[in-house]
């Protein structure tokens, strides 16, 4: 088994951008749904780079995604895309960018149906990672099963973000669950 993420942390300097996402966002449970949208995309995003590159890039992809304002990125069109695929700032990856679009169209569906992307993901807690796989791959685009998982660990859905001996790891257990 290899080194767990709460192990590499520890190796270093506490202003590093992973030691800040670890302490205080990895595994944490998100309420707003911006702030899902925004960790979904950055799952999407990751795939096939490091998550070093996607943290240093964080600020980036903020502006370059209207913030992560679902309504304003479900309405993205061709202009939108081209913009993207011009920013040096983030992942220029046109499959990654069109999955954004209807991820967020995808969430606004959701959002009507169940009054937010938060209570969506609530009423399917429980299930287990096989099942969450196959809801996201039927609902989202660009969510495979590291994808998914990743996104359901670092949101509070699912648990190993952080290992028994973690600091956090205590911490989230006195976090009152959804």
Not at 5 to 26: A, E, G, M, Q, S
Not at 48 to 70: C, H, M, P, V
Not at 130 to 145: A, N, Q, R, S, Y
Not at 149 to 170: A, I, N, R
Request: aromatic fraction near 12%; hydrophobic fraction near 35%.
């Amino acid at each position: 088994m290899g080194q767990s993420y709460c192990d590499y942390i520890k190796t270093l300097p506490k202003d590093n951008v992973h030691h800040v996402y670890h302490d205080f966002h990895y595994g944490f449970p998100i309420d707003d749904d911006n702030e899902l949208f925004e960790r979904l995309i950055l799952e999407i995003n990751q795939a096939g780079l490091s998550w070093d590159t996607i943290l240093k890039k964080q600020e980036n992809f903020r502006k370059a995604y209207s913030g992560f304002n679902i309504k304003k990125v479900a309405g993205y069109k061709e202009k939108d895309i081209e913009r993207l695929l011009a920013d040096p700032g983030i992942i220029r990856n046109r499959r990654k960018i069109e999955a954004a679009i209807y991820n967020a169209q995808k969430i606004l569906e959701i959002q009507k149906a169940n009054g937010s992307f938060k209570k969506w993901l609530d009423l399917n807690e429980g299930l287990t990672k096989e099942d969450w796989i196959k809801l996201f791959k039927k609902v989202f685009k660009f969510t495979g099963g590291e994808i998914t998982g990743e996104f359901l660990m670092s949101t509070g859905y699912l648990d190993g973000s952080h290992v028994p001996g973690c600091p956090v790891f205590k911490k989230l257990k006195t976090l009152v669950k959804r």
